[in-house]
C-alpha cells in the first residue's frame, strides 16, 4: 500500500545528487559547478536536481520506472484512469487533447470566452470551431460560461462535432453545472475536453467545488502551478473513460513538449501532488478562514466592493469589483504601488489568488489596505461600456475557416476601419489570455469600442504592432 507522502520522483532525483556525481553529460552547468557567481546562491540549490534522462532516472515520454510510478500516484490521487506530467503548462495539455480529437474540416465546439492556447489547438488541428457564447451573469458583472441551452442548441447543429471544450472553472474561480453539459454531450457519444487551469485544488473536495474530472469529463487538464505548490508551467493532463484514445494523446505531447524535460518541473509535481494529498480538512478550513478575513477587511475599501462568493464559486479567489470612475487598472497599480501585487485587472475588476495556506504578513496586508483606501477616495473619471452586447450570437462558426485564412493575404488598419472586417489576427488582452476578438470572426462595433477603452486604460495586449491598429483580411 502505498504513502501518500511518498514522492518517488523527487526522492529519487534527490539520492542521485547526493552522490556528488561527477557529470559528463547535459545539462551544461554540471550539477551547478559551472554557473555565473551572481545566479549561483539563488540558483544552486535547484541545479543539483536539474538532470536528464540518467540511468536509474526515466524519461518522460517513455516512462517505466520513477516518473511513471509519480504519475500513477498522481491518476489514483486526482481519480483519473490516466495522468501524464506536463512541463509546458496547461497549454500543451489543450493541445494535445484538441489535436488526439479533431481533425482538419472537422467540427469542435468550444466556449467562446476560452484560453488562447484552445484556439491554437483548434487552428493547428485545422478543425472547424464552432463557438458558444457564455451568459453574462449580473450577479459577478461580467461573462461566465455558456448556458445548457446554448449546448443543446449547438450540439443539434452541429451533431457530427468531435469533442466540446470548456473551461471550468473560470480565471475567477466561478463553476456551474458542468455534469449537466458532459451528460448531455455523452448522449450524444461527444467527448467533453476541460481546461480546469485554476481547479488543480478542488481534489481536496468540500467546501471546494468538484473538479469535472469527478464529474464526467474525458480529458482534464489543470495547472498545478496556479493553486497548488507546483513551479511554473509544472501541469496534469488526466484521461477518465474510453472516449478518448489515450494513446493519441501521449503521441501528441511527445510532438508537443521538449524532449529534454524539466526535472525540477516534474518534481515539483510528485511534491505538489503529496502536498494536496497530505493536506488535512483542518488546514484547508483554516485557510478558507483566513480568505474571509481579508476579504472582512477588503469591505472597507472606499468606492469598492468585494463581490460575495456562493457555492459555486471558488473561496480562494477575491474579486474586486471598482466603483463608478474608477477602472480595475487603476486599482491595481494602487495595491501595487503599496506592495500587495494582484493576478490581473480587468476594466471595472481585480482579482486576488490566495494561497492554501494563511499568509503570514496580515497585518501588513492591512496596512497596505489603509494606504490603498487613502488613494481611492481621490476623485477620478473613466468611461464605462456596455458588456452585455459582447456576443449577440450564441452559437457561430468563424467567418473563415484556418484554411482558408492561410491562403488569404492581410492588411493593418485603424481599429475604427476594422469594424465589420474579418480579423487576421487574436486581440488578446493579457492576463488573462482569452481573445477579445478571434482570428477569423467579424469584428463588431462594441469589440472595437471596448478594445479602444482597454487600450486607454493601459492592457496589455498580446501583440507585434501599433495598440491602435488591427490586422484584417482584404
Excluded at 332 to 349: K, N, R, S, V
Amino acid at each position: 500500500m502505498r504513502d501518500s507522502k511518498d514522492t518517488p520522483l523527487f526522492d529519487a532525483l534527490q539520492n542521485f545528487s547526493k552522490q556528488i556525481p561527477i557529470s559528463f553529460h547535459v545539462p551544461g552547468h554540471k550539477n551547478g559547478t559551472v554557473f555565473p557567481e551572481k545566479g549561483q546562491l539563488a540558483f544552486k540549490p535547484i541545479l543539483t536536481l536539474d538532470l536528464t534522462e540518467l540511468t536509474g532516472l526515466d524519461d518522460l515520454h517513455a516512462p517505466e520506472g520513477i516518473i511513471r510510478d509519480a504519475e500513477e500516484m498522481a491518476a489514483d490521487y486526482f481519480g483519473a484512469d490516466q495522468t501524464f506530467f506536463l512541463v509546458g503548462g496547461s497549454t500543451a495539455g489543450n493541445l494535445a487533447m484538441i489535436l488526439s480529437t479533431t481533425g482538419r474540416g472537422e467540427h469542435i465546439i468550444v466556449q467562446r470566452n476560452c484560453h488562447k492556447s484552445v484556439m491554437n489547438g483548434i487552428e493547428l488541428a485545422g478543425a472547424r470551431p464552432v463557438f458558444i457564447a457564455p451568459e453574462f451573469d449580473k450577479r459577478v458583472n461580467r461573462y461566465t460560461h455558456p448556458s445548457i441551452e446554448t449546448l443543446r442548441q449547438a450540439i443539434q447543429q452541429y451533431p457530427d462535432a468531435r469533442a466540446i471544450v470548456l473551461t471550468y472553472p473560470d480565471y475567477f474561480g466561478n463553476t456551474y453545472s458542468i455534469d449537466e453539459m458532459i451528460d448531455r454531450a455523452h448522449k450524444s457519444g461527444i467527448p467533453v475536453l476541460v481546461d480546469e487551469a485554476h481547479g488543480v485544488h478542488f481534489s481536496l473536495g468540500t467546501p471546494l467545488p468538484p473538479s469535472s474530472l469527478n464529474l464526467g469529463a474525458d480529458v482534464v487538464v489543470q495547472s498545478a502551478h496556479k493553486m497548488a505548490p507546483a513551479m511554473t508551467m509544472a501541469s496534469y493532463l488526466h484521461i477518465k473513460g474510453n472516449l478518448v484514445n489515450s494513446a493519441k494523446i501521449a503521441r501528441y505531447l511527445q510532438v508537443i513538449q521538449s524532449s529534454s524535460p524539466s526535472y525540477p518541473l516534474m518534481a515539483s509535481l510528485d511534491l505538489a501532488r503529496s502536498f494536496l494529498e497530505t493536506t488535512t480538512k483542518e488546514q484547508l478550513q483554516s485557510a478558507i478562514d483566513s480568505v474571509e478575513e481579508m476579504k472582512k477587511e477588503m469591505r472597507k475599501l472606499n468606492s469598492c466592493r468585494v463581490i460575495d462568493n456562493t457555492v459555486h464559486d471558488d473561496p480562494f479567489k477575491i474579486t474586486l469589483q471598482t466603483g463608478e470612475g474608477r477602472s480595475g487598472y487603476d486599482v491595481m497599480h494602487l495595491f501595487e504601488e503599496a506592495g500587495i501585487y494582484p493576478e490581473l485587472a480587468t476594466e471595472d475588476q481585480v482579482l486576488f489568488v490566495a494561497g492554501l495556506r494563511a499568509p503570514e504578513h496580515f497585518e501588513d496586508f492591512k496596512k497596505a489596505l489603509t494606504i490603498v483606501n487613502e488613494e481611492l477616495k481621490k476623485a477620478t473619471n473613466h468611461a464605462t461600456i456596455d458588456k452585455v452586447q459582447l456576443f449577440p450570437e450564441k452559437v457561430q462558426e468563424l467567418a473563415l475557416s484556418n484554411d482558408e485564412m492561410n491562403e488569404r493575404s492581410y492588411i493593418e488598419v485603424p481599429l475604427e476601419q476594422g469594424i465589420g472586417c474579418i480579423a487576421a489576427e487574436a486581440v488578446i488582452p493579457y492576463p488573462p489570455g482569452i481573445p477579445l476578438i478571434m482570428r477569423g470572426e467579424r469584428i463588431g462595433v462594441e469589440q472595437i469600442e471596448l478594445l479602444k477603452k482597454l487600450i486607454s486604460q493601459g492592457t496589455r495586449l498580446q501583440q507585434r504592432h501599433a495598440a491602435g491598429n488591427i490586422q484584417v483580411f482584404c
